[in-house]
C-alpha cells in the first residue's frame, strides 16, 4: 500500500476487556514497530519485529500485552484485561532492513486511540 | 538510558516569523530523526541527520546535527499557519527510536 495503514481508528472499551489493534506496514518493509503515545509519558517503544527473528519486546510495560506478526507482514498488538492506564494513542511504523542504529526511516501511521473507561 | 530534551515545549508566532526548536541528547546520536505531527495523523518524517555538522533542508525547514552530535536544531523560516503541529526529534538507539518530549507549535495570522 502507499503507507502504513492501522485499524481500528478510534477504540472505546470497558475495564478488563480485551482489544485487538492491528497494522499494515509499508508493502516490502520487513521491519514493524509499536509505539504507544500518552499524555505525560510521551512517545514510547513497546516492540519491535524484524524479519523471521525473534521480536525485541523490551519495551512491553507488562504482561497483559503482546504482539505478533504473521506471515512477515501484518500484525496485530493485543491487550488483555484492559486498565484506564492503558488509555493512549497506538501508533505502528514500518521500514525497510534497518542497518545498525536504526538508520533506515521509520514510516508511522495514523495510530489507533485507545479509550479504556 | 538515552534521553532526549526539546525546547521549547509550546510556542506561539505571528505568521511570517522565523522560529528554531532545538533537541538535546544525553548521550552522542548516531541519527537523528525530525517527524511532525498533527491532531488525528500519524508522525509525518521530515529529515534524518547522521554526521555531525550535517545540514539538510526541505521547503522552509532547516535542520541540523552539531559537530559534537548531541544536539539538533530545527529551523523554520517565514512561517505558516500548514507549520503548525507538534515537532519530535527521535534518536536511532539499536533498531528502534527514542523520542522527545515534542515542541507543540501554533502559528496565528
Known amino acids: 500500500g502507499a503507507g502504513v495503514s492501522q485499524s481500528p481508528s478510534n477504540k472505546v472499551t470497558e475495564k478488563g476487556k480485551d482489544v485487538e489493534l492491528r497494522c499494515d506496514p509499508i508493502s516490502g518493509h520487513t521491519a514493524l514497530y509499536w509505539y504507544r503515545q500518552s499524555l505525560g509519558q510521551g512517545l514510547e517503544f513497546l516492540i519491535y519485529?524484524?524479519?523471521?527473528?525473534?521480536?525485541?519486546k523490551s519495551g512491553l510495560p507488562s504482561d497483559r500485552f503482546s504482539a505478533e506478526r504473521t506471515g512477515g507482514s501484518v500484525s496485530t498488538l493485543t491487550i488483555q484485561r484492559t486498565q484506564q492506564e492503558d488509555s493512549a494513542v497506538y501508533l505502528c511504523?514500518?521500514?525497510?532492513?534497518?542497518?545498525?542504529?536504526?538508520?533506515?526511516?521509520?514510516?508511522f501511521g495514523p495510530g489507533t486511540r485507545l479509550l479504556v473507561l | 538510558s538515552q534521553e532526549l530534551e526539546q525546547s521549547p515545549q509550546s510556542l506561539i508566532v505571528q505568521e511570517g516569523k522565523n522560529l528554531t526548536i532545538n533537541c538535546t541528547s544525553s548521550k552522542t546520536l548516531y541519527g537523528l530523526y525530525w517527524y511532525k505531527q498533527k491532531y488525528g495523523e500519524g508522525l509525518i518524517f521530515l529529515m534524518m541527520l547522521q554526521k555531525g555538522g550535517e545540514e539538510k533542508s526541505h521547503e522552509k525547514i532547516t535542520a541540523k546535527l552539531d559537530e559534537k552530535k548531541q544536539q539538533s536544531s530545527l529551523h523554520i523560516t517565514a512561517s505558516q499557519p500548514s507549520h503548525a503541529g507538534i515537532y519530535l526529534c527521535g534518536a536511532a538507539n539499536t533498531d528502534k527510536l527514542i523520542f522527545g518530549t515534542g515542541t507543540r507549535l501554533q502559528v496565528f495570522p
Open positions: 511504523a514500518s521500514s525497510l532492513t534497518p542497518g545498525q542504529g536504526a538508520r533506515e526511516t521509520q514510516y
Open positions: 519485529f524484524q524479519g523471521n527473528s525473534a521480536p525485541d
